[in-house]
């Protein structure tokens, strides 16, 4: 984190594809606070996702800087070290491993740290209960409904404590009562595990449920807008 409390810090950030034809970021600006949680609301198309692969650092930019929990990702040489350590990422398809157990795709980023076998399931264990997944730890993701394999997705993106969660449209393959529980899910770990939450969504209830709304358009934020 800098020293101001901000744990995101980007400036002027641009990103073209196809040769510069394409303008994916085009002069982006944004600052979010450690802990915050802040929603990404804006059209398809608009750079909503390609904003949450830079944070992430699953993508790199063309000009302009970027800086996540005090790393200068323009600069720095150790991109998945910064991943593992410090993001969680959730995505609209859970990505799960079919034939693992529940409580091994929850393991599974533990494995570049230097945790024991023991600390591992206990830490996964842990977020399991918190996902309410006690009872199923043992089954695999193929025996889950959507929800339940997107509540395994959120305790395998906490189980490194990161210090961001990178949730990109989250609850899009999930009906709405589904896609409820899991944002409370995602609100309430956001506040007991201490991470920031910044979560991409084109639905206006779950932009709604953050302490702030970025609206991104043409590949810049546009306003600021606090949510009441
Ligand atoms: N890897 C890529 N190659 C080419 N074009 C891309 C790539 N990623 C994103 N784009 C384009 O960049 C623009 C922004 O995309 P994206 O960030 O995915 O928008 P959103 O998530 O808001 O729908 C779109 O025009 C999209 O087609
Ligand atoms: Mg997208």
């Known amino acids: 984190m800098n020293n101001n409390g901000n744990i995101i810090e980007i400036n002027d950030l641009k990103k073209s594809y196809d040769n510069g034809k394409i303008k994916a970021l085009n002069g982006m600006d944004l600052v979010v606070k450690k802990g915050e949680f802040i929603s990404i609301m804006g059209p ?34 150790n991109l998945s070290e910064f991943r593992s350590k410090e993001i969680g990422f959730v995505f609209q ?3 799960l491993i079919p034939n693992l157990s529940v409580i091994e795709n929850v393991e599974i980023p533990m494995f570049e740290t230097k945790a024991s076998s023991n600390e591992m399931r ?35 993106a906490l189980v490194n404590h990161p210090s961001i969660i990178l949730a990109d449209e989250p609850t899009g393959s999930l009906d709405s009562k589904t896609g409820a529980i899991i944002l ?3 609100k309430d770990l956001h506040s ?27 590949g810049k934020c546009q306003n600021i807008v606090s949510s009441p």
């Open 44 to 77: 398809s198309g608009s750079g909503k996702s390609s904003l949450l692969n830079m944070i992430g650092a699953l993508d790199t930019a063309d000009e302009g800087s970027i800086n996540v929990a005090g790393i200068d990702l323009r600069k720095t040489k």
């Open 122 to 156: 206990e830490r996964a264990l842990e977020l399991l209960k918190s996902v309410n997944l006690e009872d199923k730890i043992d089954q695999k993701p193929t025996k889950l409904s959507g929800g339940e394999r997107q509540r395994v997705a959120i305790a395998r």
């Open 184 to 186: 409370n899910l995602l």
């Open 192 to 218: 007991k595990e201490n991470v920031t939450l910044v979560m991409v969504t084109h639905e206006p209830y779950v932009g709604n449920m953050a302490e702030r709304i970025v609206n991104v358009l043409d």
């Open 93 to 95: 398809m859970h990505n």
